[in-house]
Structure formats: C-alpha cells, structure tokens
C-alpha cells in the first residue's frame, strides 16, 4: 500500500500539485487520470523520488520515503516496478540483458538462473521469441511489454506506469492493460497507473482519482465513474462528441 | 553566478559519480567496455595526427633553421620537444575532447531525455556512478597510452618525413632527439594527460547529464561538452606547465 499526505509541488510559480492526498492500494490496479497538463507524471515522479516535493510525504507500507536518504531510498526502490510513457530500454542492451540487468545489480543469481528468470518474464508478456532483439528492432507495444517484463523481473511490491497506453492502437492498448491487470493480482502488487485512456479506466480501474489543475477531484472506481455528477469530470469522461450523444441518450 | 552554479552542480555531480558501486564486477566491466570504445577506438585519428604533425614539425623547423649557427640535429630536438611537451599530450587530448567528450555528452544526453536515467534511478542504481564512473576510470586509464604511442609515432613520424622530404639525415635527426633528453619531459606530459582525461570525461557526463529537452538540446549539449572541455583543457594546460615546469 502507498499512502501520499498533502503532496505539493511548483515548478517557478506555477504549481502542479496543490496537497494531493491519495491511498494506493495493494493488489490494486490504482488509477490517476486527468487531462494533459494537470500533474499526473509529475505527481507519479514524486512518488518516485524522481521529483522532490516541496511538501507533503509518500509512505510505501508505513515507511516515509520523503525523509529518506539517498541509500535509503535505493532499498525501497529496489521494491518498484516501473514502466515509461517511451519504455526507457537501454538501448545499447538486447532485450535479455535488459531484464537481467536489474538482476544482474541486486542479486547473486548466476547467469543460468538470471537467464531463466528473462526468459519467463518474456514468456509472461507473451514475447517468448524477443530475447536476442534490440529495442531499436521493436513495435512500441512489444517496448512496452519488454518493459513490462523488466519490471517484474525483480518482482517489485510496486508498479508504476506512466501512460502504458500511449501512442499504441487500441488493440495492443487492451492487451497491455489486460497484463498490468493479470499481474497485479497474480502477484498481489500496487500498481499505479497513470493514464487519461478512458478505455484503460473502465477496463482496470479499480481505485481511481481524477487529477484537476493539481487537485484530487473526485475518487472512486470504474463503476462509479460513468455516473459522476462533477462537471469536470463528466468533460473528461465523455469527451468525444459520440460519448456526448451517448450520455444525453443515458441521462433521457 | 552562473558560472559558481555551474561549478556546484559539477562538484556534486562528481561526489555521486564517486559513490559506492552498487556491483564491483558490473562497473569493473562496464570500465573494460569504455577502455574499448573511449580508448582503443580513438587510437586510429591519434594515430594518423601524430605521424602528420611530426612529419610538419620536422619539416617546418628546418626551413625556419636557416642561420648557418644552428645545428642541423636541432630539427630532431624540436621535435622531440615539441610533440612531447606539447603537440601529443595537449593537441591529441584537444582532439579526443572532440571525438570522446561530443559521444560521451550525446550518449548520456540521450539517455536523459529518453528516461532511460530515470529507468536506472528508480531501479535503485546510482545512475551518476554508473555511467559516468567506468568513462573517467578509462580516460584516465587508457588516455596515457594513447599519448606515449602518439609521442612514438609523432617523432616516428618527423623522422620518416624528414628523410623522404631530405630536410634532414637520419644520423643527425636520431641524435637530435637524443640530445639533452630529459626523462622529467614525459612525466610532466603524462600527468597533463591524466587531468585532462578527467576534465573531457567528466565535463562532457555534466553537460549530458543534465541534458533537459529533445533532440536540439542533445546536440547542444555535445557542442557545449567539447567548446569547455577545450577551454577547461587550455587553462589546465597553462596552469600545470607553471606548476611542473617552473
């Protein structure tokens, strides 16, 4: 479970997170959704540590990651998971070195042992055959499930994804939320998902908070989404003009 | 301001380079790999430079040794004294902050700018050490051999040009470069190598690093990481002749 406290965060004077509070829970699949520019990535950098915040703290199982050092902080993110808008696979690597890389830093396993571990990551995001690939040489849906993959190669307690689904079709978009789901609950991991995908949302949100202008406007789950009664939110969900027509046809 | 901003930054940026490894094999082999391409890889343009610019040194002494008072070996000794003290271990290293520093900014640039930092970071690895600490070791290491094979090859050089261009005679010519030979000259050339490894390394892992932006910003920071390293190279250059050599 992850528990963030009054996040803020600016950047100059323009501030990004107002006080975000939120509770991610675990074997979850725990949604962030907004529109472009309201603070999602920035919000999941912080939680990370990728960002400092200015305020607030982000608690990782009652552990205060915010007044962590440095090497403290190395111990808890050998506990995450985290898949990138782009991937961010090494590219100088083969797609096996980059899954055993992680391995390869934090354990004594042998190369046999590190090798089997890649080989069923891949087989688990159904790239059985991509090993000796180069990411230059890959879709962006198989970036995205090698990425996947190096994530789960260390079998994190957390997982993050940073728009798992853009730039991809919508086919391979359901087959990669199909996965962040199966392996939350196979796994019994908190995953937090960033997106503003609303295919992604009724698929996988099981917890959800909609980020506006920096602030947690409204919380709750996929069910409850489609009957909000915020404005903010119903532009979001039903943005298209099709979805527009659609709601007016559910509201008469 | 800017400027001690900037000093700051880079002081801090090297403390977490210097950090502890998180493995000894990786880095030990991630070092073996720059050797490789950082070192071996530059081995061919020293090569080439040092062999030409002997061959001018030789050739341009003689014709600038016209008073009949000056011995003829002086040619040699120019040479020698010229590729040793300045022309291999400063004009060599100028080159490699071209070719080593612009590769080394736009790799880690992009690498930035692609998230692949972030990947490293939040996996719990120490991106600062992990990639800009196995490229200063190797600089370090390998850059004052690059040097003795280029002062070789630059009186190599001189001395092969000298003769088919007839400017001077081979007896003459070796015992110029024998003559009054100091071996302090060579020490003095290898320490100003070893610094300026370490400033072409780690100014051009500064400017990549922190690389904020896309391609444009890649291509700006390669071009920054060359244009100081060379600066920094030329101060450091006066400063250790007035510190060896006075």
Same mark, same amino acid.
């Given at each position: ?13 323009? =501030?990004?997170? =107002? ?10 699949? @725990? ?11 920035? /919000? ?17 199982? =009652? ?20 898949? /990138? ?22 354990? @004594? ?16 995001? =159904? *790239?059985?055959?991509?090993?000796? *690939? ?25 997982? /993050? ?48 908070? /909609? ?42 | ?23 000894? %094999? ?25 062999? !030409? ?25 120019? $040479? ?9 271990? $400063? ?49 370090? &290491?390998?850059?004052? !051999? ?5 002062? &070789? ?11 088919? %261009? ?26 100003? $190598?070893?610094?300026?490894? !370490? ?23 390669? $071009? ?11 101060? &450091?250059?006066?400063?250790? %002749? ?5």
């Amino acid at each position: 479970m992850i528990e963030v406290h009054n996040i803020s965060k600016s950047f100059g004077d323009r =501030n990004i997170l =107002n006080g975000v509070s939120f509770v991610f829970e675990q074997g979850k699949c @725990n949604l962030i959704i907004g529109e472009s520019g309201s603070g999602k990535t920035v /919000f999941c950098k912080c939680m990370v540590g990728l960002l400092k915040t200015d305020g607030g703290t982000v608690l990782y199982n =009652n552990r205060n990651f915010t007044s962590m050092d440095f090497y403290e902080r190395k111990e808890i993110r050998k506990e995450i998971g985290m898949l /990138f808008q782009g991937g961010a696979l090494f590219d100088s690597m083969t797609v096996e070195e980059n899954i055993i890389f992680p391995l390869s830093m934090f354990t @004594n396993k042998s190369l046999e042992e590190k090798r089997d571990r890649a080989n069923f990551c891949l087989s688990r995001v =159904n *790239l059985p055959n991509a090993a000796s *690939l180069y990411p230059s040489e890959l879709s962006g849906g198989m970036k995205k499930r090698v990425a996947i993959a190096r994530a789960i190669a260390v079998e994190p307690k957390y997982l /993050f994804c940073d728009e798992p689904n853009s730039g991809l079709d919508p086919r391979t978009s359901i087959v990669i939320d199909e996965l962040i789901k199966e392996i939350t609950y196979e796994y019994n991991i908190t995953t937090v998902v960033i997106t503003h995908d609303m295919n992604s949302v009724l698929e996988i949100g099981d917890n959800i908070a /909609f980020l506006y202008k920096g602030n947690i406007l409204w919380k709750g789950n996929k069910e409850e989404i489609l009957h909000t009664g915020k404005n903010e939110l119903i532009d979001f969900v039903y943005a298209t003009k099709f979805l527009k027509e659609f709601r007016k046809k559910i509201v008469k | 301001m800017k400027l001690l901003h900037h000093f700051g930054k880079y002081v801090l940026l090297m403390k977490r380079a210097f950090g502890r490894p998180e493995k000894y %094999t990786i880095y030990y082999r991630q070092s073996i790999t720059e050797i490789n391409s950082l070192g071996i890889g530059s081995l061919g343009i020293a090569a080439i430079i040092s062999v !030409f610019m002997g061959a001018v040194i030789t050739i341009q002494s003689s014709f600038n040794f016209t008073s009949a008072w000056i011995p003829l070996y002086a040619v040699g000794l120019a $040479t020698r004294q010229g590729i040793i003290l300045e022309f291999a271990p $400063t004009i060599i290293s100028l080159i490699l902050a071209g070719k080593v520093g612009s590769s080394i900014a736009s790799e880690i640039g992009t690498m930035r700018v692609t998230e692949q930092i972030d990947a490293l970071e939040v996996m719990g690895i120490n991106s600062a050490s992990y990639l800009i600490m196995p490229k200063v070791l190797a600089a370090v &290491f390998i850059n004052p !051999f690059i040097i003795l094979i280029s002062m &070789f090859l630059g009186i190599f050089g001189g001395w092969l040009f000298g003769i088919l %261009t007839g400017v001077v005679s081979s007896y003459e010519y070796i015992y110029g470069i024998q003559y009054q030979f100091k071996p302090f000259g060579v020490t003095y050339a290898l320490i100003k $190598t070893v610094v300026f490894a !370490f400033i072409i390394t780690s100014v051009s892992a500064y400017h990549g690093y922190y690389t904020n932006g896309g391609a444009l910003e890649v291509g700006r920071s390669s $071009t920054k990481a060359v244009v100081y390293s060379n600066i920094l190279i030329l101060v &450091f250059n006066f400063l250790l %002749t007035q510190l060896l050599m006075s």
